[in-house]
């Protein structure tokens, strides 16, 4: 595994600071934007690499040779054609529903907490969480593919029980940001939950 040790200049809190380029779990970079808008509110997006074009092509290359494959030596031309419109469709699909650009979190200290996360295809998703709702914001840890990984979640109160907790929602999901990353972004909740 690769690892970069690269800066470059980014605005985080309303000032200029030199910062670490953040990796995710599996080792790709990726990009944290922080912006203070007040005291209060501040937002944070996390961006994920663009779709590899190089990716794209040989996936599509391998389906359209196995097809064309099936094609010498079944000669029915409607395997080329299902392998075309699968391809197609299955491109579609994958920008619109999976491949999320762009995740961010807004924490504005006497409303709530939004979500958003930004897919490929311009479809965007978004939910909110009023803050008598939020017990906490927190770091968890989760075994994923035989490895600890760490993730920011919040944790939603339960309305029966004001001490129990009724739900976890976990924050950043499709880009998976390390730890010095997660760190980042859990003391600057932390420090507006404090004043609220």
């Given at each position: ?56 092509m040989v ?42 650009d762009h ?56 309305t029966s ?36």
């Amino acid at each position: 595994m690769l690892v970069y040790s690269v800066w470059i200049t980014r605005r985080c809190f309303g000032f200029i600071m030199e910062d670490e380029i953040f990796t995710d779990i599996n080792g790709k970079v990726i990009s944290l934007d922080c912006q203070s808008h007040s005291s209060l509110c501040r937002e944070f997006t996390v961006s994920s690499p663009k779709v590899s074009i190089s990716r794209v092509m040989v996936c599509t290359c391998s389906v359209w040779l196995f097809a064309y494959v099936v094609f010498f030596f079944t000669e029915n031309t409607a395997v080329l054609s299902s392998a075309i419109l699968i391809t197609l469709v299955g491109m579609m699909l994958h920008i619109h529903f999976v491949k999320i650009d762009h995740e961010s979190l807004l924490v504005i200290g006497s409303l709530g907490v939004q979500v958003s996360s930004s897919y490929a295809s311009g479809r965007e998703s978004t939910s909110f969480i009023e803050m008598s709702k939020i017990k906490d914001i927190v770091i968890n840890e989760a075994i994923y593919m035989h490895r600890i990984i760490y993730y920011l979640c919040i944790l939603v109160k339960d309305t029966s029980d004001p001490d129990a907790i009724s739900s976890v929602v976990p924050l950043f999901q499709s880009s998976k940001p390390r730890l010095d990353c997660l760190v980042k972004v859990y003391k600057s909740c932390q420090e507006i939950l404090s004043k609220c």
